[in-house]
């Protein structure tokens, strides 16, 4: 990248007139020690958001070129003399490097901007390290979970957060400022023993994942072993007959649908579990077990999975008329027709049920995509609440009736038919029928009147057994307190 396309705003200049808590901060010269990546893009959207750059480095006549031309690049030390607000864009082990700047810093703001390469790496955090080594200055965690894509590439293309913590209110509310002016949202995440945790966090692969992709995984495991003994097992003792080349289609096709269908029940099981607490306890205040909360937080995830699976599903049954396989048992199909002079094979049941089933299937893809696509946060933060809610919960149990209508038709009647239990085993699609009615059930018996109003008092603060002190006049004139039940 030419010096030329470095200095080009990637950003258009902010109209910060209307915020007066941010304009004092626009215009200030800026401080950076570094010459990295991370520096460099550090440079660029300071420089683009109307502040004046000096960038210090040990070699300034080499790195000048990769700075924009609006920066000026000098000496660490010449750098440091003229600014009050020095981003530290070094790596730990070279804190050291800049204890010969001590003296100049003395009193300076620095903000860390550094990582680990592991979770909790060292016993202290980055932050606190470089605060013992400049006990002169004040020292502010921030913009170390902003990527250098996102600095280049503007707010709106990556996360909008800044957490920043520091034990000095005053130099939070500077940087605070700062951040505002170059696009961001800054978020006070307190005294400097929060920086440990801020630093762990762009370690963390998918935290909120982790459980409900072992539950995706475990449920595909479990159904694919499943339908493997049935449809490739069983023909090959019963039949002697060799179906391996199911395994990387038919039994996956076979398998993908029921972990979907069940991991989107279990999406508003844990809403009927809390709901069966509440009405068994008679309030709302009784805390969750754990093992209930964290089932309610990792909604959103098990639901995008079951999405996920649902499409692949859906590509899945798209390309199995294009297997070769399917075209050798069309052509032994019609050859068997010929041999045995049948003219017409057509049944009106079989008809109705596919088109039935195909139909149902692709409004529940549709539903489901749509439950998915509000789940973003650029599309859930457009939707005030009511409409939120109503997607994510009408829509999505209607979306959950729609896939046991879908389920119910590719079964029809062979739940009844004996072939279909080979080794006794049920047909896998009954099996995941039945956490998906037992939550469908549950819905419709809180959705009967006497049931619906007692949910609806107790979420709007009611307790069954509260008792409510009153005063009541006694015969003399005085007043004697006295107690109520709520339940009266």
């Given amino acids: 990248m030419s010096r030329g396309d470095m200095a080009k705003p990637l950003l258009g200049h902010r109209s910060m007139e209307g915020d007066p808590s941010t304009t ?18 550090l440079a660029i959207r300071l420089v683009c958001s109307g502040f004046k750059v000096v960038v210090g480095s040990r070699n300034p006549k080499r790195k000048a070129a990769l700075f924009p031309s609006a920066a000026e690049v000098t000496f660490q030390a010449e750098a440091v003399k003229k600014t009050d607000v020095i981003f530290v864009a070094v790596f730990r082990e070279h804190y050291s490097t800049l204890c010969d700047l001590a003296d100049v810093l003395a009193g300076k703001i620095l903000v860390d901007v550094s990582n680990n390469t592991e979770i909790n790496h060292h016993k202290e955090s980055n932050a606190e390290y470089l605060a013992s080594l400049f006990p002169a200055c004040t020292v502010v965690k921030g913009f170390n979970t902003v990527s250098a894509w996102t600095l280049q590439s503007g707010a709106r293309d990556g996360n909008k957060q800044v957490l920043i913590c520091s034990n000095n209110q005053e130099a939070k509310r500077t940087i605070a400022e700062i951040a505002q002016v170059m696009g961001f949202t800054p978020v006070d995440m307190g005294c400097m023993s929060s920086a440990c945790e801020i630093e762990n966090i762009p370690l963390r692969l998918l935290p909120a994942w982790k459980i409900p992709i072992f539950l995706a995984l475990g449920l595909f495991i479990c159904f694919f072993t499943y339908n ?82 649902a499409a692949l599903h859906a590509v899945y049954s798209f390309c199995l008329p294009m297997r070769r396989s ?17 003219m017409n094979i057509w049944v009106e049941e079989e008809v109705w049920r596919m088109e039935i089933y195909i139909s149902v299937g692709i409004i529940a893809l549709g539903l489901l995509s749509l439950l998915a ?14 409409e939120f809610s109503f997607i994510q919960s009408t829509l999505g149990f209607i979306a959950l009736v729609i896939s046991t209508l879908h389920t119910l038709t590719y079964g029809w009647s062979r739940a009844f038919d004996e072939n279909q239990y080979k080794f006794y085993l049920p047909p896998t699609y009954t099996l995941t029928l039945l956490v998906p009615c037992t939550v469908i059930l549950a819905k419709v018996i809180f959705s009967l009147p006497c049931i619906h109003q007692r949910l609806l008092r107790i979420r709007r603060g ?15 004139g005085e007043f004697s307190s006295g107690e109520t039940s709520s339940n009266v």
């Avoid at 004092?24 to 893009?41: E, K, N, W, Y």
């Avoid at 395994?247 to 269908?261: D, G, M, Q, S």
């Avoid at 696509?373 to 009511?386: F, G, K, V, Y």
Wanted: aromatic share 12%; hydrophobic share 40%.
């Fill in 326 to 342: 399917h075209r050798y048992q069309l052509i032994e199909t019609a050859v068997k027709q010929a041999v045995e002079k049948k």
């Fill in 373 to 386: 696509i509000t789940s973003l946060p650029s599309i859930a933060n457009s939707l005030n609440w009511r």
């Fill in 24 to 41: 004092p901060a626009a215009g200030r010269t800026i401080g950076v020690l570094g010459s990295g990546d991370f520096a460099r893009s």
């Fill in 462 to 476: 009611w307790e069954k057994g509260r008792y409510v002190k009153f005063v009541l006049p006694s015969t003399t």
């Fill in 228 to 309: 493997l003994i049935r449809q490739v097992i069983h023909p090959y003792i019963r039949e002697q007959k060799n179906k391996l080349y199911k395994i990387p289609i038919e039994v996956v096709n076979t398998t993908l649908p029921c972990v979907a269908y069940v991991m989107l029940s279990l999406v508003y099981l844990p809403g009927v579990l809390a709901a069966c607490s509440q009405l068994y306890y008679g309030t709302k205040y009784r805390r969750f077990p754990d093992w209930l909360d964290q089932w309610l937080q990792h909604r959103k995830q098990i639901g995008l999975l079951s999405f996920f699976c």
